[in-house]
Structures are given as C-alpha cells and as structure tokens.
T-cell receptor, first 115, second 112 residues
Framework: EAGVTQFPSHSVIEKGQTVTLRCDPI?????LYWYRRVMGKEIKFLLH????????ESGMPNNRFLAERTGGTYSTLKVQPAELEDSGVYFC?????????????FGPGTRLTVT | LAKTTQPISMDSYEGQEVNITCSHN???????ITWYQQFPSQGPRFIIQ???TKVTNEVASLFIPADRKSSTLSLPRVSLSDTAVYYC?????????????FGQGTTLQVKP
C-alpha cells in the first residue's frame, strides 16, 4: 500500500513568489491534514479536510495560505505571496477516522525555503 | 487537548532499554495517549497508543499508571536506528477534533 506522498520534496523561492505544495493521501482516507514546522519551533496544525470540505482551518496563519482538496483526493497548499517566515517543513497526513486519537499517516514533508 | 511535558533530550547506548516519561496532568477522562516517532527528514510515525495500564506492540511498550497523569514509553534494547524524536500526544478518542498538538518531543540519541 502506498503511503502519503508529497511534492516537491524541496522548494526554494524568492520572497513574493508563489509556491504550490501537493499532497496525495493514502487511498480511501477521507481525512487529510496539513501541518508545518518553522525553524526551531514545534510542528503546528494548519488545517483538516474531510473529503473535500474544510473541517478545521483554525491553524492557517493568514490569507496568504490557500488549501484545496477538489474531488476529495489530493490536496494542494498554495502560498501567495511567500514571505521569509514561511520557510519550514510542510507535512501532510491522512487518516481513516477524524478524531485526534486516530492514527495519522504522515508524508515525508516538503521543505520550503523562501529567500 | 491536554498539554504534555517530556524531557527535551536523552542519550543511550545500543542494547540498553530506554524509558521516556511524559507528564499530562490535565488529561481528560476520554483522552487517549499516543506516541509518535520522527526520524530526520521524515514525517512523524505512529508507534503506540493506550488508555490505561500497559500496552505492548512489536516496537515498544507503553505504561500508564492508574491516575493517568503520566505515561512512559519503553523501547527495549535500542539500536542506532532508534535515534529519533519521540512525541507524546494526548487526544480525544471521539469527536470532530482531528488535529494533533505536538510538543517539543524528546530527542533520543543512541550511541554505539
């Protein structure tokens, strides 16, 4: 069974540019999560999809971040325009069940560097 | 979700048993205790979960005392490949809250 995949593995962009990160969850997992770790900080929740609907987007830092999950399969996270403080590792995870005690399967992450 | 406290780092040697204790004094009645492991350049990976007493799987054991205000992850006979960050999380079993709240975790360094 294929795990959660993320693309790209690493992205380097200049401040002000746009970047789109992609996450492919495990097939059949309705729940998809985005997290990120910025330098020196803890892994922080960004948002949670149940199928194509945003269940919880309380962790999205500001309106420069836009997440979509059209069709309830893969998801994209767009940062526009990128700022220096957006640098970090962005993780995607998926799960069969929506509660926080359910096992979440994480992808390897996308390392974003904004210069 | 209950806050957790665990040591920032630990050192061990190959073949030793490692115990990492996590405090969660304000754990709620319906909260489960879950541990994740993260290797460098990878995402966190679920390793074990429990509610009370003891849980054991092929990777680790989880000891939870009766008051559930703490838990101990036990890794038997660690090897160099067990060098990783270990996170203790406490969350609700049911409901709409899906997000995980990570603390700093415990960085375990296994030495030869």
């Amino acid at each position: 069974e294929a795990g959660v995949t993320q693309f790209p593995s690493h992205s380097v962009i200049e401040k002000g540019q746009t970047v789109t990160l992609r996450c492919d969850p495990i097939s059949g997992h309705d729940n998809l999560y985005w997290y990120r770790r910025v330098m020196g900080k803890e892994i922080k929740f960004l948002l949670h999809f149940v199928k194509e609907s945003k269940q919880d987007e309380s962790g999205m830092p500001n309106n420069r971040f836009l997440a979509e999950r059209t069709g309830g399969t893969y998801s994209t996270l767009k940062v526009q325009p990128a700022e220096l403080e957006d640098s970090g590792v962005y993780f995607c995870a998926s799960s069969q069940h929506r509660d926080s005690a359910a096992e979440q399967y994480f992808g390897p992450g996308t390392r974003l560097t904004v210069t | 979700l209950a806050k957790t406290t665990q040591p920032i780092s630990m050192d061990s040697y190959e073949g030793q048993e490692v115990n990492i204790t996590c405090s969660h004094n304000n754990i709620a009645t319906n909260d489960y205790i879950t541990w994740y492991q993260q290797f460098p350049s990878q995402g966190p990976r679920f390793i074990i979960q429990g509610y009370k007493t003891k849980v054991t799987n092929e990777v680790a054991s989880l000891f939870i005392p009766a008051d559930r205000k703490s838990s101990t992850l036990s890794l038997p006979r660690v090897s160099l490949s067990d060098t990783a960050v270990y996170y203790c999380l406490v969350g609700v079993r049911s409901g709409n809250t899906g997000k995980l709240i990570f603390g700093q975790g415990t960085t375990l360094q296994v030495k030869p």
